[in-house]
């Protein structure tokens, strides 16, 4: 019978040295502060509201895609796995082994 601990999807493995890379530049952390609510971003969206241009913002997801902490959806919408998001509401990203606090 299996137990409800293991029924939950485990969030992706990460790599120390990517993650510390893409939360290291002050606009990608700008980024992840905004994803952090939950909401699905457009590149546009990000551009629009950082006042970047959708190519800096673009350079920066993919950055962070690479590095596992976001993700692409439909309509090439970023978001932060849900996984990686225990608490929304306060914008707490848990990578398991570093807890970033983004609601500064």
Same mark, same amino acid.
């Given at each position: !019978?299996?137990?409800?601990?293991? /029924?939950?999807?485990?969030?992706?493995? $990460?790599?120390? /040295? @990517? %993650?510390?890379? =893409?939360? =290291?530049?002050? !606009?990608? #952390?700008?980024?992840?502060? +905004?994803?952090?609510?939950? @909401?699905?971003?457009? %590149? %546009?969206?990000? =551009?629009?509201? $950082?006042?970047?241009?959708?190519?800096?913002?673009?350079?920066?997801?993919?950055?962070?895609? +690479?590095?596992?902490?976001? +993700?692409?959806?439909?309509?090439? $919408?970023?978001?932060?796995?849900?996984?990686?998001?225990? /608490?929304?509401?306060?914008?707490?990203? /848990? $990578?398991? #082994?570093?807890?970033? @606090?983004?609601? @500064?």
């Amino acid at each position: !019978m299996p137990s409800s601990i293991g /029924d939950a999807a485990a969030p992706p493995v $990460l790599i120390l /040295d @990517r %993650v510390l890379s =893409a939360i =290291a530049s002050p !606009m990608r #952390w700008a980024i992840l502060r +905004e994803l952090a609510s939950g @909401r699905p971003y457009a %590149v %546009v969206e990000l =551009a629009e509201l $950082l006042g970047q241009s959708q190519t800096s913002i673009s350079k920066h997801m993919t950055f962070l895609r +690479e590095a596992g902490i976001t +993700e692409v959806g439909r309509n090439r $919408l970023y978001s932060i796995p849900s996984a990686f998001l225990p /608490d929304k509401e306060h914008r707490i990203l /848990d $990578l398991g #082994w570093c807890v970033l @606090r983004l609601d @500064r």
